[in-house]
Nanobody
Framework: QVQLVESGGGLVQAGGSLRLSCAASTSGRTFSTYAMGWFRQAPGKEREFVAA????????SYTDSAKGRFLISRDNALSTVYLQMNSLKPEDTAVYYCAARVGYSYYQSGDEYNAWGQGTQVTVSS
């Protein structure tokens, strides 16, 4: 079992930056046995994939709109995954969720993840 708690959301002007954190509490398994992902859901829209990272942090994946602006990373010693978001746009406004799945590889489908955080709100003003 793993519990996830996101933090770092807030209100920022377009062009600004935010760093989201997701702290994991694991029992029975070490954090490094989980692949991690970030997803977001805007009002009236479906949840969408943002970024993912494999168990070691050596392989990452991004949705096209995040490439070049967002950076996903992890610190296994701290059981934490991060999402550095730069050059934010109003269309990035959403609730951001981190997710975990047991396994070394990441997936872009939310259905592959079996643990989710409560979400953190990111609002980008124009």
């Amino acid at each position: 079992q793993v519990q996830l708690v996101e933090s770092g959301g807030g209100l920022v002007q377009a062009g600004g930056s935010l760093r989201l954190s997701c702290a994991a509490s694991t029992s029975g398994r070490t954090f490094s046995t989980y692949a991690m992902g970030w997803f977001r859901q805007a009002p009236g829209k479906e949840r969408e994939f943002v970024a993912a990272i494999n168990w070691s942090g050596s392989i990452t994946s991004y949705t096209d709109s995040a490439k070049g602006r967002f950076l996903i990373s992890r610190d296994n010693a701290l059981s934490t995954v991060y999402l550095q978001m730069n050059s934010l746009k109003p269309e990035d406004t959403a609730v951001y969720y981190c997710a975990a799945r047991v396994g070394y590889s990441y997936y872009q489908s939310g259905d592959e993840y079996n643990a989710w955080g409560q979400g953190t709100q990111v609002t980008v003003s124009s």
